[in-house]
């Protein structure tokens, strides 16, 4: 039986992009091409805020907004003092780890920052010069190439997309030395091969799971490949040729069009941004068969019904949190939309209706489990 998802609404943002909202309703919040997204252990969502150089955070029961990190201004100074005094050029990739530290990738910097659970900032790999360097040594020496995209292994080691270098490297969590995992090599095949002798196309997103397999988001080649422990690579979703085909079919033999970002989910079900195809698609770990979640028609609508009939545009990240909810970046439309996902709420609706205001999860997303609402 294929997975259920429920609702669509929008969490925070509109059409508009602008910086706007801090200390409010996130329903009223600006952003301006939001990218990736993640949970923190509290329940908060955080956001690359890209075009507005901040990472925002929304708490999730109270609907209110605040800049986590990022004054606004291009650049990339603010290392030793508070995140919120801190410049950034592009920041694109966000991961929280174990601890609470949250690392960002700066593309137009080519910088690894981290922000501390003090709320500090530094730089943890790159300068402001591009390049691909260091392999083996210390990370605050190495070069880095536009990095789009950053996770946090089950070890706590940093993974980078280093997507400039056609790249993914791994900072160890013990002693900050950075190598190459996959990338750089010639091995254009699909079949199983060598990491460190496949060539990558465009490797703007990476995740882990916790048997310790990478999952390498291609955007140029279409497709989801994943690094098992012993460094083989193998096709994992899409089959390289463009195109937006395969639900409910294996992930392996569906079409992907230019995806951007890939994540995996506390129980190892994977989900992938299919950036050139306005969808979210979802591999189940049990199967691998892949499905739609929402999306497949670019534009913007289907707020509070059958998130599979919904419009998205360009959308570049996609989290979950304890609950089952699903949060999407819908870039280009500026938004943060939640898909429920029904397995969760007890009932096995497909669709979920508003709580009322005095309920405890109103403030987090606004629905729950029970009746389908009234046709239009």
């Not at 750089?184 to 496949?198: C, H, I």
């Not at 979210?280 to 028609?297: D, M, N, S």
């Amino acid at each position: 039986m294929p997975p259920l998802f429920g609702r669509i609404d929008t969490l925070a943002g509109d059409s508009a992009r602008r910086f706007s909202g801090d200390g409010g309703d996130c329903a009223r919040a600006g952003l301006n091409r939001p990218s990736r997204c993640a949970v923190d252990a509290a329940g908060n969502l955080l956001l690359a805020d890209v075009g507005n150089r901040r990472i925002r955070l929304i708490d999730l029961i109270n609907r209110t907004t605040s800049t986590y990190a990022g004054n606004g201004e291009s650049g990339h100074g603010g290392d030793g003092g508070p995140a919120t005094a801190a410049s950034f050029g592009e920041p694109l990739g966000i991961a929280i780890a174990k601890n609470g530290d949250l690392y960002i990738s700066d593309r137009k910097h080519h910088m690894i920052r981290k922000v501390d659970v003090a709320g500090k900032a530094s730089t943890i790999a790159g300068s402001a010069t591009p390049g691909y360097s260091g392999d083996g040594g210390p990370a605050s020496q190495a070069r880095l190439n536009g990095p789009t995209d950053i996770a946090v292994d089950a070890q706590d080691g940093v993974l980078v997309a280093d997507a400039g270098s056609g790249r993914i490297r791994r900072i160890d969590g013990k002693t900050a030395v950075i190598r190459t995992l996959a990338g750089g090599g010639e091995n254009t095949d699909s079949d199983p091969v060598d990491g460190l002798r496949a060539a990558l196309l465009a490797p703007v997103s990476v995740a882990s799971d916790a048997e310790g397999n990478v999952y390498i988001c291609e955007r140029d080649g279409n497709r989801v490949r994943r690094l098992s422990p012993d460094g083989r690579l193998a096709p994992f979703a899409g089959t390289g040729v463009a195109g937006y085909s395969g639900d409910s079919r294996s992930a392996i033999a569906a079409t992907l069009r230019a995806p951007e970002h890939v994540y995996v989910d506390p129980s190892g079900n994977v989900l992938i941004a299919d950036t050139g195809n306005h969808a979210i698609r979802f591999v189940e770990r049990l199967t691998g068969l892949i499905y739609t979640v929402a999306g497949g028609r670019r534009g913007f609508r289907g707020d509070g019904r059958d998130a599979s009939a919904a419009a998205l545009d360009t959308p570049t990240g996609c989290t979950t949190d304890a609950d089952g909810y699903i949060y999407i970046a819908d870039s280009a439309n500026n938004r943060i939309r939640t898909v429920v996902s029904a397995a969760t709420e007890g009932d096995g609706s497909t669709y979920d209706e508003p709580l009322r205001d005095d309920e405890s999860r109103q403030g987090r997303r606004g629905v729950r489990g029970g009746e389908r609402p009234d046709e239009e």
